[in-house]
């Protein structure tokens, strides 16, 4: 029994169409372009959330310890439901 690892060029044209034949052709093509189009709006995207998270810092900050603050007070109150509804030991 041999292990198949690629798949038969039948298969591949039958799975991707003539679409899919025509696009992995021209990904060559188009790739450079996407990237120079794309790299100045992933970069105004980076900027805009670094200067959203250096107006809100403060903010960002408080809301940090106010989530802290929600998360402990819930811990301790699955603490003292347990230690409710623990049974005694008897003695």
């Given at each position: 029994?041999?292990?198949?690892?690629?798949?038969?060029?039948g298969d591949l044209v039958e799975g991707l169409g003539v679409t899919g034949i025509v696009g992995?052709?021209?990904?060559?093509?188009?790739?450079?372009?996407?990237?120079?189009?794309?790299?100045?709006?992933a970069k105004a995207v980076v900027?805009?959330?670094?200067?959203?998270?250096?107006?809100?810092k403060t903010s960002l900050a408080q809301l940090s310890e106010t989530w802290d603050d929600i998360i402990a007070e819930?811990?301790?109150?699955?603490?003292?439901?347990?230690?409710?509804s623990a049974k005694p030991i008897d003695t």
């Open positions: 029994m041999s292990v198949k690892l690629l798949p038969d060029l992995i052709i021209l990904l060559p093509v188009f790739l450079p372009v996407i990237g120079g189009v794309g790299r100045p709006i900027k805009s959330g670094i200067a959203f998270y250096e107006k809100n819930a811990k301790a109150e699955v603490g003292e439901e347990r230690m409710k």
